[in-house]
């Protein structure tokens, strides 16, 4: 099946079992925007605590912080964000439709790499073992000649990005014949700066009110606080400050359903180290953080580094952590060393010193910072994509089924066990409540005595419960129940009493955070 109609179904997986909705659908829904339903928030809720966890617990020098959402107006000038947080526009005027001039253009290079990668996929298939892609990447003309191709617009547009030339922008779309993905033309508008702010106001007229913004990152509110938490932590560099909050960007372009939308949730740490060990912290904190992404299980191969051709005016090393969505290689998570830009910036703007007093160097700085930053709605879909699969089941007599199933990493899922009656009587259901009331304070569970029991496994794997617990005759003999594993099917006899060990370590964070 091609990757574009997995990822709708998947779409449409996520709403028909309550994970995300369409936000107002009631009023034709809002663009860019979107509600988390039943699963979904606890799905959502996981994954901020695995952050959370490797984070605040596994780091004792990591603490965290939840600042307000509104904040002073002069911190978005003092950080930039007023005069610099800006994506370039171009609209095509057949279609009507708006586009991100660097977006368009990154999408162009990466048919590319994508004819690249057919090309190696199709010698690796030819060659076997015997294939040296290196070798091959050096020497087979198709490859050469789009690399070449590609090496030339990248060096065109880190130019012009780094530039913020905006003409120039528009002639690599014209030069390289980029048409609108609607209209097909290639009739396109200027590019124009668009700032990716929300502002309101803040306070009644009759006070005197002023425009403030909602913040399009979390960093902000960790950077005004640093001292705060410095001194009554009594904090010593270097040390981290964590925060998982709402963040609002009024996006150009809104695709993909929650991989870029206008009201989304970061998960954001600032790591305050000494000036000069910045790219030492910066490389420490790559391998972490991706380890934190394999140890999910979903394969390495489909994680990778992709650093920056264009360093933002605060960073002098960024890298992102992406991951291989239906639609391709596409960022997750952002590691940037900011300098001491931030820091800088407020104590120049506020009047108020941002230094911290070194002990061992006996000498007071500003200190400089690496950042790692990851949206949890991007993470959630890189979640969800992960663990959707569409699976074939060979029957007894011959005859196959499709069942469609959430392979989540047990912590991760919703409903960790599902707890089933064989039948409706004969005291099943009593049994069945009761195991639920005894572990319903350990894990989410759920009790399911509708339909026959394989369209109840069906329904549990389409949520991706890892655990179904079915209660029989013989439940009443030997206080035994039969515990049902998700992905392989298969099923043992177990006693009612060991039930809560055995989910237990399946299901704990804490066997996910030894990963680390
Ligand atoms: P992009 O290049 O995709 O616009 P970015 O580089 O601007 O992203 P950062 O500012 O580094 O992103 O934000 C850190 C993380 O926050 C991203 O890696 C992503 O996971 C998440 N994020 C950023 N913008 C959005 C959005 N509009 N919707 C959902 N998640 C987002």
Aim: aromatic fraction near 12%; proline fraction near 3%.
């Amino acid at each position: 099946m091609a990757q574009e109609d997995v990822f709708k179904k998947l779409v449409a997986h996520c709403k028909e079992y309550g994970y995300v909705f369409p936000s107002s659908e009631i009023y034709d829904g809002l663009s860019a925007v979107y509600d988390y339903g039943q699963y979904g928030v606890e799905l959502k809720n996981n994954i901020k605590k695995y952050w959370w966890d490797s984070m605040v617990l596994l780091h004792d020098n990591i603490v965290g912080l939840d600042s307000a959402i509104f904040m002073h107006p002069t911190i978005w000038k003092a950080s930039g964000h007023v005069d610099a947080f800006n994506d370039p526009l171009i609209d095509n005027k057949d279609s009507k439709k708006r586009y991100r001039a660097d977006v368009l253009i990154e999408e162009h290079m990466a048919k590319f790499e994508e004819k690249i990668n057919k090309e190696i996929e199709k010698a690796m298939e030819r060659f076997g073992d015997a294939f040296d892609e290196k070798k091959f990447r050096e020497t087979n003309q198709r490859v050469l000649a789009n690399q070449e191709k590609l090496d030339e617009i990248n060096a065109r547009f880190s130019k012009a990005m780094n530039a913020t030339d905006l003409q120039e922008l528009r002639q690599i779309i014209i030069d390289n014949e980029i048409v609108c993905p609607i209209s097909g033309t290639r009739n396109w508008t200027e590019v124009k700066q668009f700032n990716l702010m929300f502002s309101t106001e803040f306070g009644s007229t009759a006070e005197g009110s002023s425009k403030i913004y909602l913040r399009p990152e979390t960093a902000q509110g960790i950077f005004v606080n640093f001292l705060n938490v410095q001194k009554t932590g009594r904090m010593k560099i270097p040390f981290g400050i964590a925060q998982i909050g709402k963040a609002f960007r009024n996006e150009i372009v809104a695709r993909q359903f929650i991989f870029r939308m206008r009201e989304f949730e970061q998960m954001e740490m600032q790591f305050f180290v000494q000036p000069g060990s910045e790219l030492d912290w910066f490389r420490h904190w790559k391998e972490i953080r991706m380890k934190w992404h394999t140890a999910l299980g979903f394969g390495d191969e489909n994680y990778r580094f992709h650093d920056h051709v264009k360093l933002a005016h605060y960073a002098n090393a960024a890298t992102d952590i992406e991951y291989k969505f239906p639609f391709g290689f596409k960022e997750v998570e952002g590691i940037h060393s900011r300098t001491d830009f931030d820091l800088k910036q407020h104590q120049q703007y506020s009047g108020k010193k941002m230094q911290y007093f070194d002990p061992e160097r006996g000498e007071s700085y500003i200190p400089y910072v690496i950042e790692t930053s990851i949206g949890v709605d991007r993470m959630f879909l890189q979640v969800i994509s992960a663990a959707y699969l569409e699976e074939e089941l060979k029957k007894e007599d011959g005859s196959s089924d499709t069942r469609v199933v959430l392979r989540l990493p047990s912590f991760l899922a919703p409903v960790k066990l599902a707890v089933m009656p064989l039948v409706k009587k004969d005291g099943l259901p009593e049994i069945a409540e009761k195991i639920v009331h005894d572990l319903k304070f350990d894990f989410n569970c759920q009790y399911d005595d509708k339909d026959s029991i394989g369209r109840r496994y069906r329904r549990q794997d389409a949520i991706g419960t890892p655990y179904c617990i079915t209660i029989d005759h013989q439940t009443i003999d030997d206080n035994t129940v039969t515990i049902r594993y998700r992905d392989t099917m298969l099923q043992e006899r177990v006693g009612i009493t060991g039930l809560k060990d055995i989910i237990f370590e399946k299901v704990s964070i804490a066997t996910l955070l030894k990963k680390l």
